[in-house]
C-alpha cells in the first residue's frame, strides 16, 4: 500500500521536498528495481536541475532512514526499492530483471558466529527467467 510521502518524511524528521518527492515516487511506481542512474535519467526531463549528485544523496538518504533497501547483483550494481514487506528476489542471468519472489530464509547457527550480529538476511536467487526459457 501507497504512503504519503510527507507523512513518512515528518515521522523521520527529514524535509520533504519537491525532488525528494519526485524521487520517491518514481522508485514507488518503478517495478524495475532502478540503479540510481535509471532513476537520474527518468526525472532529468522533468527536474532540469536534478544532478546526479542529488539522486545519490537522497538515495543514501533513504537508505540511511530505512526508506529504502539496496539490492546487491552479481555484476555490482546496486538497485533500490522502497522498503516494505519481507521478501527475496530472482534475478535472470539472461536479461538481468529482477522479481520480487517469497521470503526465502537460509538456516545458518548463530552460536557458530558469536562475534558478530546479524541485522539483515538477504537471499538472492539467479537463473533464467520464463521469458528468457522461452527463447
Do not use: Q, W
Not at 45 to 66: G, R
Amino acid at each position: 500500500m501507497a504512503r504519503n510521502f510527507t507523512d513518512v518524511c515528518k515521522s523521520m524528521g527529514i524535509s520533504p521536498s519537491i525532488t525528494r518527492r519526485m524521487i520517491y515516487e518514481y522508485i514507488e511506481n518503478a517495478k524495475t528495481h532502478p540503479t540510481a542512474e535509471e532513476i537520474y535519467r527518468s526525472l532529468i526531463d522533468t527536474l532540469p536541475t536534478l544532478s546526479k549528485t542529488t539522486v545519490y544523496n537522497v538515495v543514501n538518504l533513504f537508505l540511511e532512514n530505512d526508506l529504502l533497501i539496496a539490492i546487491n547483483t552479481s555484476n555490482n550494481e546496486k538497485r533500490y526499492e522502497l522498503m516494505h514487506d519481507s521478501h527475496s528476489h530472482f534475478i535472470c542471468k539472461n536479461c538481468n530483471k529482477i522479481y520480487d519472489i517469497p521470503k526465502i530464509s537460509t538456516s545458518y547457527n548463530a552460536d557458530s558466529i558469536p562475534d558478530f550480529r546479524i541485522d539483515n538476511e538477504e537471499v538472492n536467487l539467479y537463473g533464467l527467467c520464463p521469458e528468457c526459457m522461452k527463447k
